[in-house]
């Protein structure tokens, strides 16, 4: 079951939106949480309508769950061979299967064990989300992982043409293809933060968008151990040819300085539009809703991509 204090608190400090506060409270099945949540079942068109032009909180929330979906299952599959349980899958809009991925045949003992560490993060940022979301949570969309990291590393040219990349065949390869993922986790959660009203959800928000952090410092740490940084940045240019004109990513050096943390010049991390961010995982910067990890686009009210230029 659902933690009742995060479904209360979520409730009682969602004021702006009473589609999402009648859509939470039903679906987490809680019943006698208060004042508050009396005043959620009752609450009318005028709440609804304060939310008009911008997507509500449950909508974030399950743009976010896509990309959750997407990370669990390469990681799951890297660690353990297989992915999510069907428990943790379905919901609404078109539900898919995955094409790709098997276990790593990790040869460095510390790469494993971070690795299976980050699929438990994974893992548990997506039941979160779906218990969060309840009802509203839509279900995993169909996601392609081998060929679109042939077509993500073909794009940065670390293979030719008609060459496959195997995200699986080994420590290095999995994680270049797992910094294809983490940086851009980061800046989704915090270009999306302006966007919950809602400060519980939020502030479990900022929770993912830290834990993505780690991960991503993480492997670029590792990345850079490992001599792989002129393969990081090829990457990191592919990604930033997709979101616009911004230069939006930064590589593992600069000159002989290490570059771990990508910040601007005051120490931010950037953000990225979720438009941006469906460019990114869609593979293509043009406006579409569906391409790269997505074959037939994430499910939910977010997802189209941006125009990048």
Not at 148 to 174: E, H, M, S, V, W
């Amino acid at each position: 079951m659902f933690d009742k204090l995060f479904v209360r608190n979520a409730i009682d400090r969602s004021a702006e939106n009473g589609l999402d506060r009648r859509r939470f409270l039903h679906s987490a099945g809680v019943a006698g949480l208060g004042v508050a949540a009396a005043g959620a079942l009752t609450a009318g068109a005028a709440g609804e309508a304060s939310a008009a032009g911008a997507p509500s909180d449950g909508a974030v929330l399950n743009f976010a769950l896509n990309l959750e979906y997407l990370e669990a299952e390469f990681y799951l599959r890297a660690v353990h061979g297989q992915g999510l349980p069907a428990s943790a899958i379905g919901g609404k809009g078109t539900p898919g299967a995955v094409s790709g991925g098997r276990q790593v045949n990790f040869k460095n003992k510390v790469i494993k064990q971070f690795a299976t560490e980050i699929a438990s993060d994974e893992l548990a940022h997506v039941k979160f989300l779906r218990a969060a979301l309840g009802s509203a949570a839509v279900a995993r969309p169909a996601i392609d992982i081998d060929a679109a990291f042939t077509a993500a590393a073909t794009a940065a040219g670390l293979i030719k043409p008609g060459q496959k990349f195997d995200a699986y065949a080994g420590d290095d390869n999995f994680l270049l293809a797992a910094f294809v993922f983490e940086d851009v986790g980061v800046t989704a959660y915090k270009g999306a933060a302006p966007l919950i009203s809602n400060k519980t959800y939020l502030e479990a928000a900022a929770g993912i968008l830290a834990v993505e952090a780690y991960h991503a410092a993480n492997i670029r740490t590792t990345l850079l151990n490992r001599g792989l940084a002129v393969a990081s940045r090829a990457i990191s240019d592919a990604r930033d040819s997709l979101d616009g004109s911004t230069d939006l990513d930064q590589g593992l050096n600069r000159l002989d300085t290490a570059n771990i943390i990508p910040t601007d010049g005051n120490g931010i991390a950037y953000s990225r539009s979720a438009g941006q961010v469906l460019n990114v995982v869609y593979l293509n910067p043009a406006v579409t809703t569906k391409g790269g990890f997505f074959p037939a686009g994430v499910n939910g009210e977010i997802r189209q991509s941006a125009k990048s230029n």
